[in-house]
């Protein structure tokens, strides 16, 4: 069974703060890695992908892969109480996409 | 562009009702999934269609069947809708599997009592 572990959280960060979230999965073969953003209530929107080790930068986010340690993890610069939400990990996986829980992320203010 | 259409968005429905849950998607997407989302538990994938022509199971199909009706449209049905199918259910579109970036419809509520 593929799996993609990640705390569930919440996770309080206080605004301005840098909010730091994990994600393992168990599938070595893995070659694309995702981090969705879901509001409550709303359905899961695409923020991030990254596809080789290493770190990508967007704006305020940054993916970090390590294939080797088969973990992947999304940091959220400056943050804002709009970046409340729960943050989904997604590997694709023989051609799915397999899914973590989730975390959830309260920004202060 | 509408993107994702998935219709209703709230339904209750009495123990052994049926129902069909729609979705349509007009970005000319092949790959389209029905998953549902439980608290704690995270996306759980029902079936999924490759492309038009056909579908397969995915981790939680029992209770559920679909119809690829043509490239735009995947339907999921409840035939006999138990309490354990209380869930959010979301359509999602991708335009094919060697693309990952996955985009969904708002969502179907459906309480089953």
């Known amino acids: 069974q593929k799996e993609v572990e990640q705390n569930s959280g919440p996770l309080s960060v206080p605004e301005g703060a840098i909010a730091s979230l994990n994600c393992t999965y168990s599938?070595?073969?893995?070659?694309?890695f995702f981090w969705y953003r879901q509001y409550s209530g709303k359905s899961p929107e695409l923020i991030m992908s990254?596809?080789s080790n290493g770190d990508k930068e967007d704006g305020r986010f940054t993916a970090q892969l390590n294939k080797a340690s088969q973990y992947v993890s999304l940091l959220i610069r400056d943050s804002q109480p709009s970046d409340s939400a729960t943050y989904l990990c997604?590997?694709?996986?023989?051609?799915?996409?397999?899914w973590g829980a989730g975390t959830k992320l309260i920004i202060k203010p | 562009n509408a993107g994702v259409t998935q219709t209703p968005k709230f339904q209750v429905l009495k123990t052994g009702q049926s129902m069909t849950l729609q979705c349509a998607q007009d970005?000319?997407?092949?790959?389209m999934y029905w998953y549902r989302q439980d608290p704690g538990m995270g996306l759980r994938l029902i079936y999924y269609?490759?492309?038009?022509?056909?579908?397969d199971k995915g981790e939680v199909p029992n209770g559920y069947n679909v119809s690829r009706l043509n490239k735009r449209e995947f339907s999921l049905r409840l035939e006999s809708a138990a309490p354990s199918q209380t869930s959010v259910y979301f359509c999602?579109?991708?335009?094919?599997?060697?693309?990952?970036?996955?985009?969904f419809g708002q969502g179907t509520r459906l309480t089953v009592v």
């Open positions: 269609s490759a492309s038009e022509g056909t579908t």
């Open positions: 599938d070595r073969g893995s070659q694309s």
């Open positions: 999602a579109s991708i335009m094919d599997t060697m693309n990952t970036e996955a985009f």
């Open positions: 997604a590997v694709k996986s023989n051609y799915q996409l397999i």
């Open positions: 990254i596809y």
């Open positions: 970005m000319n997407h092949n790959s």
